[in-house]
């Protein structure tokens, strides 16, 4: 008597445990939703618009899920007859539909399960077959037992509708393909929701057999049509065209864009989301990328295969457009914005402005642009500028806003190593060595940067000096800012204003090229060693644009710079976004200050900006260096038309410049020696087209001016 109670209390703790821990096991339906991952994971514009479906899982086909009400009455009506005809009523097990299986198999008829709706989908919705796509190990009396058991408590915990839902979205239809969503749209073309009856009762009649031959497949149909309230004595002529149709048609998912296969490849590389809403304008990704296609196809003579481009607002830090790569090489799948270049001239800004906010310099400072020599880790360093010559005194706004190397690296030299080191480091690059790595190279752009990193650094100049993350998703853009300030609002005012200034930019690059927009915008390139990268970034008002282009493989390009490369990509795309918007110069801060000065090789003064206390007292700011000289006429940038009234055996051009010129100074006509350079110089019946006049000593220059001369024709 003990003995069987001992027994029977064991069983009933056993029963207890085995009931608490069943319960507890079973999920809810939200909980099946968030195990169930489609094999699709589609990216999204702003505004819901899908832009990139990618593929995850290789090992299945499953669509996003769907709601029981895009599931059409008659595939509920289709499946509940075939597979369940009690499935209203029961609760979870069907002892009825139980016994009728027994009977039929013990007759010998065709073999039976007996499984409910609810049987089926408590072997479904397990985490090993939903996460890792683990069979289901079906046969065994165990098995059965278990699947009574989970079947109940899904009935306790879930509504009918739920399982129903639940049923629709996960079941096993054919070959790769689970669920209703992902079959239809691959054998049918169609959304659930479009589904007719014939169509839903051949699924109906594949989930108990999902690989039956075509002849089997319409007699069931058939058979379970006619048991149908669809029935009312038609024929199943209808039902079986349809399954003719199913068999002739190879599945097909159909065609989706393709818009943004690196983000979303980026995005959902941390994300489980079926779904993901990004920041992203679908028009503006569209164009963006047609316009990079179109200069890639531009430079194909140049050995430039790759390029990228991302567009971000200045306000909200949102990426409005990310095109990782347009690409004519082997290697489309590398993301461009995310890979790691080396700048070039593109960190620049960062180092004047630091050294602008801490009064070590100011944009008026003189610095030499000549032969330099720098000892650094036992080697000998010698920059030199990317057209190969040295222009002498320059002040800062010139040297930064043309890019010369030299007295870059003398900023660094001026502001300090480690200094450069650590206005870097807070741009939040994630890829910086230590500075003794770099040495003065940092100026030069040693350093290796990806594009949505570096964009985000000149994002900071545009607002004022503040820095942000970037946000890719509608979840991003919910969360709150974690702004930190890089560049006192001063410091990043003045900067803008060099970036923004094209006399200063005329040394380097002259008056006609794509960094001139009819509107605001501080723009700089960048060209890294042995022409392997190309960058251009700017900002304007409201947007901040990068773009790169080079090689993937680290080949080098056909001497294309900055301003010729990535120069044109910029321009259209930042005319596209100010199609219908202005963008105007930001205010200068309190504490900046206006003054107007004049270098003493300058013929007229120009406006400059100091932070306040840094302003010089005189107005010409003296130099103890060899003072520039400046071209009187031509003046740069200037058009001259040859007078039609002259014979042209005389038409001539008298040259005339001002300022110190060492003595065996040469003047150079497009690279051509035409002798000592004196004041005036005549040149005899001068060519037609646009031309360079330099005053060169020892290989330094000392002036240069860019014109264009016309016949009268023209």
Same mark, same amino acid.
């Given at each position: ?25 079973? &999920? ?129 915990? +879930? *509504? ?35 589904? /007719? ?10 989930? *108990? ?77 569209? !164009? ?39 690409? #004519? ?72 806003? #043309?890019?010369?190397?030299? &007295? ?21 690059? #994630?890829?910086?060595?230590?500075? /003794? ?21 000149? $994002? ?6 503040? +820095? ?9 853009? !919910? !969360? ?7 560049? #006192? @609002? ?11 200034? @094209? ?14 927009? @009819? ?15 190309? +960058? ?33 990509? +910029? ?10 918007? $202005? ?21 007229? &003064? ?83 087209? $646009? ?22 024709? /023209?």
């Amino acid at each position: 008597m003990q003995k069987n109670t001992k027994r029977l209390l064991s069983f009933i703790l056993g029963s207890c445990i085995f009931v608490t821990f069943t319960w507890f096991r079973t &999920p809810s339906k939200n909980d099946v939703m968030k195990m169930s991952l489609g094999s699709d994971r589609v990216l999204l514009s702003s505004t819901g618009e899908s832009l990139q479906t990618l593929r995850t899982d290789f090992k299945k086909r499953r669509w996003a899920w769907q709601p029981l009400k895009r599931f059409p009455q008659s595939l509920q009506h289709a499946v509940i007859l075939a597979e369940d005809q009690r499935f209203p009523y029961h609760l979870g097990f069907d002892p009825l539909g139980f016994a009728r299986a027994l009977l039929a198999n013990l007759k010998g008829s065709r073999l039976q399960g007996a499984s409910t709706i609810t049987m089926q989908l408590s072997d479904l919705i397990q985490e090993d077959v939903l996460l890792n796509n683990h069979s289901i190990k079906k046969g065994s009396i165990s098995h059965k037992l278990l699947q009574i058991a989970r079947a109940f408590f899904i009935e306790l915990k +879930w *509504s009918k509708d739920e399982i129903l839902e639940a049923y629709f979205n996960l079941i096993h239809l054919r070959g790769e393909f689970q669920g209703v969503p992902a079959f239809s749209a691959a054998y049918l073309n169609k959304d659930p929701l479009a589904l /007719d009856p014939a169509e839903s009762f051949m699924i109906a009649s594949l989930i *108990s057999s999902p690989n039956q031959r075509a002849d089997h497949l319409k007699n069931k149909v058939c058979a379970l049509y006619q048991r149908s309230a669809f029935h009312k004595g038609s024929s199943c002529l209808n039902i079986l065209a349809s399954v003719d149709q199913f068999f002739k048609n190879p599945p097909s998912m159909p065609a989706s864009p393709s818009l943004a296969p690196h983000l979303a490849r980026r995005l959902f590389k941390n994300s489980n989301d079926t779904f993901l809403t990004s920041t992203l304008d679908g028009d503006l990704q569209r !164009k963006v990328t047609a316009i990079l296609e179109k200069n890639i196809y531009r430079l194909k003579n140049s050995n430039v295969r790759d390029t990228a481009a991302i567009v971000i607002d200045n306000h909200t830090g949102n990426v409005l457009a990310y095109v990782g790569t347009v690409s #004519s090489s082997e290697n489309p799948y590398v993301d461009g914005v995310m890979s790691y270049r080396q700048a070039g001239s593109s960190l620049k800004p960062f180092i004047y402005g630091k050294a602008i906010e801490t009064k070590t310099l100011t944009a008026a400072s003189i610095l030499l642009d000549d032969p330099t020599a720098i000892s650094w880790g036992g080697d000998v360093y010698r920059p030199s500028n990317y057209d190969k010559h040295f222009y002498g005194p320059v002040a800062v706004r010139e040297a930064l806003a #043309s890019s010369l190397n030299v &007295p870059a690296v003398k900023a660094v030299t001026i502001l300090g190593l480690h200094e450069t080191y650590s206005t870097l480091q807070s741009l939040q690059f #994630s890829n910086l060595q230590e500075p /003794d790595y770099y040495g003065v190279s940092m100026a030069l752009g040693a350093v290796e940067v990806r594009l949505d990193e570096l964009a985000n650094a000149y $994002r900071m100049l545009a607002n004022g000096g503040v +820095w942000s993350p970037l946000r890719f998703t509608e979840a991003d853009s !919910k !969360k709150a800012s974690t702004a930190q300030r890089i560049l #006192s @609002p001063e410091a990043a005012y003045i900067i803008g204003s060099i970036l923004s200034d @094209p006399d200063a930019r005329s040394i380097g690059f002259g008056w006609d090229n794509p960094l001139e927009t @009819p509107f605001w915008t501080a723009v700089k390139t960048g060209t890294s060693k042995d022409y392997r990268d190309n +960058w251009c970034l700017g900002y304007s008002e409201h947007y901040t644009v990068g773009v790169w282009a080079g090689n993937f493989n680290a080949e080098a390009m056909n001497k294309v710079s900055g301003v010729s490369g990535v120069g044109p990509s +910029w321009y259209e795309i930042m005319s596209e976004l100010h199609r219908d918007k $202005r963008s105007s110069a930001p205010a200068p801060p309190a504490h900046v200050v206006e003054k107007e000065v004049r270098h003493e090789w300058a013929l007229h &003064p120009h406006k400059e900006y100091f932070i306040q206390g840094t302003e010089p007292q005189q107005n010409v700011i003296e130099t103890a260096l060899q003072k520039r000289v400046q071209f009187i006429f031509p003046a740069e940038g200037s058009v001259l038309v040859k007078d039609p009234h002259i014979d042209q055996e005389h038409v001539a051009l008298f040259i005339r410049f001002k300022g110190d010129v060492p003595s065996k100074s040469q003047l150079l006509w497009d690279g051509k020696n035409l002798g000592e350079a004196i004041s005036p110089f005549k040149i005899p019946q001068p060519e037609t087209g $646009r031309h360079e006049l330099v005053i060169a000593n020892n290989g330094k220059i000392l002036g240069k001016v860019l014109f264009t001369i016309r016949g009268a024709e /023209d």
